[in-house]
């Protein structure tokens, strides 16, 4: 069974910076893509970031773009969300997500699993 689990959140000011890891186990296939995803209250879950098994092809939703890096470390099955310039409606609950194939992927539906997530509070 594959577990993720999501780490790293917290409560920061306008303008700070957050680290998330994301970390896999379990798994029984060797080649993944992964992605990051939020929940703010009220709102459906968007996209944040996405990243190919290689790390060669990353994608970003526009309202990151530029603040937000994600990458990975394949040798401890992490993955990373790098967040910067944080904004209050940067403000939500973030989640992990696996897909059992190498590419990347924008679209919730094709993610295998998903982690429990991890707040995010940005403070003003």
């Known amino acids: 069974q594959v577990q993720l689990v999501e780490s790293g959140g917290g409560l920061v000011q306008v303008g700070g910076s957050l680290r998330l890891s994301c970390a896999a186990s379990?798994?029984?296939?060797?080649?993944?893509?992964m992605g990051w995803f939020r929940q703010a209250p009220g709102n459906e879950r968007e996209f944040v970031a996405t990243?190919?098994?290689?790390?060669?092809?990353?994608y970003y939703a526009d309202s990151v773009k530029g603040r937000f890096t994600i990458s990975r470390d394949n040798a401890k099955d992490t993955v990373y969300l790098q967040m910067n310039s944080l904004k209050p409606e940067d403000t939500a609950v973030y989640y992990c997500?696996?897909?059992?194939?190498?590419?990347?992927?924008?679209?919730?539906?094709?993610?295998?699993?998903w982690g429990q997530g991890t707040q995010v509070t940005v403070s003003s």
């Open positions: 990243i190919r098994w290689s790390g060669g092809s990353t």
């Open positions: 997500a696996l897909r059992r194939t190498q590419g990347a992927s924008t679209m919730a539906y094709n993610y295998d699993y």
């Open positions: 379990g798994r029984a296939f060797s080649i993944y893509g």
